[in-house]
T-cell receptor, first 112, second 114 residues
Framework: NAGVTQTPKFQVLKTGQSMTLQCAQDMNHNSMYWYRQDPGMGLRLIYYSASEGTTDKGEVPNGYNVSRLNKREFSLRLESAAPSQTSVYFC???????????FGQGTRLTVV | QQQVKQSPQSLIVQKGGISIINCAYENTAFDYFPWYQQFPGKGPALLIAIRPDVSEKKEGRFTISFNKSAKQFSLHIMDSQPGDSATYFCAASFEGGGADGLTFGKGTHLIIQP
């Protein structure tokens, strides 16, 4: 019973490099989310996908792109990483009609 | 506009004491209020949740108190233990609603001193 799986768990990038954070859920949930967590800032929504084929911006979308590849997978891409994107990234999912969300274990990203 | 306000930002409680974390919301469309517990290096995990048709929900040492008229809810941890030391997030949600359908408070860093 994997739940929400994120890869990688840790990553160090140089400024200007690109990378994709992967997220997959096996709970047949419709909605998926990407958050970033910074000290004192709580969880800030980057992008979300209410259903397969749809994506929308959240509170802090600049510098990121997303792809809802299918119902299971929702990826987050950094095209040109900046030190301000150093953070812990969490993927979450929520079922249709559900209220609470289920989180992955996070990706700790450092941009130097 | 911050839809869910959480306080305090940090809290230190002695072992055996009561930890209390408060949240206030603005959008009356919210109809589900979960609390999440997060340990260092882990993702937030659903701890306990309440719907607005009840004023209190208890699960073991954890209790949610809900005041619909004041648009406030709180988490009480009775007989707090060092293992309860974590970051706690309140949240508010309703079905659909796009990005606003699930909104988090900024978190409370709780330390239980032995």
């Amino acid at each position: 019973n994997a739940g929400v799986t994120q890869t990688p768990k840790f990553q160090v990038l140089k400024t200007g490099q690109s990378m994709t954070l992967q997220c997959a859920q096996d709970m047949n949930h419709n909605s998926m989310y990407w958050y970033r967590q910074d000290p004192g800032m709580g969880l800030r929504l980057i992008y979300y996908s209410a259903s397969e084929g749809t994506t929308d911006k959240g509170e802090v979308p600049n510098g990121y792109n997303v792809s809802r590849l299918n119902k299971r997978e929702f990826s987050l891409r950094l095209e040109s990483a900046a030190p301000s994107q150093t953070s812990v990234y969490f993927c979450a999912s929520r079922r249709q009609g559900g209220r609470g969300a289920f989180f992955g274990q996070g990706t700790r990203l450092t941009v130097v | 506009q911050q839809q869910v306000k959480q306080s305090p930002q940090s809290l230190i409680v002695q072992k055996g004491g009561i930890s209390i974390i408060n949240c206030a919301y603005e959008n009356t469309a919210f109809d589900y209020f979960p609390w999440y517990q997060q340990f260092p290096g882990k993702g937030p995990a659903l701890l306990i949740a309440i719907r607005p048709d009840v004023s209190e929900k208890k699960e073991g040492r954890f209790t949610i108190s809900f005041n619909k008229s004041a648009k406030q809810f709180s988490l009480h941890i009775m007989d707090s233990q060092p293992g309860d030391s974590a970051t706690y997030f309140c949240a508010a949600s309703f079905e659909g609603g796009g990005a606003d359908g699930l909104t988090f408070g900024k978190g409370t860093h709780l330390i239980i001193q032995p």
